[in-house]
């Protein structure tokens, strides 16, 4: 990268961006409260969808053509940033929606499918979800024992799946299965065919307004036409979801970050310990200024995987355009595509990585500065804490993605999984 370049990653942002995050700034506080009760009470927010399909941002990435906003990939980080202060739970809703829900279908869907299922998706009219971990298949989905058989117009699916963010709720998912060649295939579900169930997924920890299912296909049929992408390459399909899954977690981190620190220095400013206010002790001054650090380190990592996941993203529409046969294209392993693939999926790794175990680790601090003042659910760095333990496990598990980030400079021979 050339001096040049380097003056260029200052991420600012047009009048049009600002407008549009200042609009995502006002629905996170209109819906605060009701977040909180939501959370409280276990139930999923019912004022989302609503609220921010008002301004458009149940499809922030979404191409003008099928209902979205058109945004690139960075202003969508921006956006997932500002929502992750109202929480993971809030922020996991848009990445199982639009992350891993739409995006997988924008990427690699016809143009049938996309018409059919976007639309309505952008809207909020209906709401998607992603189905690929299995009780015995969570960091190692290749292992996945979800299989499929063709009859007729129709594939057959048997299995399960869990932990399905939306899976309670959602009308559309993507999932994933093994076929008689013992090659992994991806689907479009309509939650409403016969032999699908979902049942939601209890007693959790934390993310306690987002709901979690558990998916059962008992002889599912689907219609061929709801194949996605190329038969056998199932796989490659999740896996470059993953991408955008890992993204989205990592830039909701960010905004959990800044809300413990807003939320403790608030609280220091104020509550006196020893005849002086806690900001004044050194200690406390060591989380805050630890808490800084571990904003402002994610945060450029996350915008430098945004700006790499666009231009992967860039390439393939351009490519889509070009040739009618794409997808062929990039399962002959396009060298350019094959590039830039790789390294949104190193960054987005990394942004995810250190993301999360910071926000966890920020989340921690909070609640020591708060004391006895954060064992209850109701503070909101309590929440934080909770629902942030979650991110360092899903999305990639942090010890797979040090493996994987290893492996990739070691070669593959060095794999340790």
């Not at 117009?153 to 869990?162: A, E, P, Q, T, V």
Request: positive net charge; proline residues 2%; aromatic residues 8%.
């Amino acid at each position: 990268m050339s001096y040049s370049n380097l003056s260029k990653m200052n991420f600012e942002i047009s009048d049009d961006q600002k407008k549009f995050l200042e609009q995502v700034d006002q629905a996170c506080k209109s819906i605060r409260e009701h977040e909180t009760r939501c959370y409280l009470e276990e139930k999923s927010n019912d004022m989302t969808v609503p609220t921010f399909g008002k301004i458009g941002m149940l499809g922030c990435p979404i191409s003008k053509k099928y209902g979205g906003l058109g945004y690139d990939i960075l202003t969508y980080a921006f956006a997932l940033e500002r929502i992750g202060r109202e929480g993971n739970s809030l922020r996991t809703f848009f990445s199982a929606h639009v992350s891993i829900g739409q995006m997988v279908l924008q990427n690699w869907a016809d143009e049938e499918q996309k018409r059919k299922y976007l639309p309505d998706a952008t809207s909020g009219k209906s709401i998607m979800a992603f189905a690929l971990t299995e009780p015995d298949a969570g960091s190692d989905p290749g292992s996945m024992t979800t299989k499929f058989e063709e009859k007729g117009d129709s594939f057959i699916l048997n299995g399960k799946k869990h932990w399905v963010g939306n899976g309670t709720m959602a009308k559309v998912m993507t999932t994933y299965a093994r076929g008689p060649d013992d090659r992994i295939s991806a689907f479009i579900v309509d939650t409403d065919s016969k032999g699908f169930h979902a049942e939601e997924m209890k007693n959790k920890m934390g993310l306690l307004s987002i709901k979690n299912a558990e998916i059962r296909f008992e002889n599912c049929m689907i219609p061929k036409k709801n194949l996605l992408g190329t038969k056998g390459k199932g796989l490659s399909i999740a896996y470059s979801a993953l991408i955008d899954g890992r993204l989205s977690v990592a830039a909701g981190a960010i905004g959990v970050m800044k809300d413990c620190l807003d939320e403790s220095i608030k609280h220091s400013q104020k509550r006196q310990q020893h005849g002086t206010v806690l900001a004044k002790k050194q200690l406390i001054q060591e989380h805050l200024s630890s808490m800084i650090v571990n904003i402002e380190s994610s945060r450029w990592l996350v915008y430098r995987s945004a700006v790499a996941r666009q231009k992967l993203h860039d390439y393939v529409e351009n490519l889509k355009e070009s040739d009618s046969q794409w997808q062929e294209k990039l399962n002959r392993e396009d060298k350019e595509y094959s590039a830039l693939r790789a390294r949104a999926d190193r960054l987005a790794a990394i942004a995810k990585l250190h993301a999360t175990n910071a926000a966890f680790d920020c989340a921690n601090r909070a609640v020591q500065i708060f004391g006895s003042f954060a064992y209850q659910k109701t503070n909101r760095v309590t929440r934080h804490f909770l629902d942030s333990r979650a991110i360092i496990i899903y999305e990639g598990a942090n010890e797979v993605l040090k493996l994987k980030l290893a492996s990739l400079e070691l070669g593959d021979k060095y794999q340790a999984y």
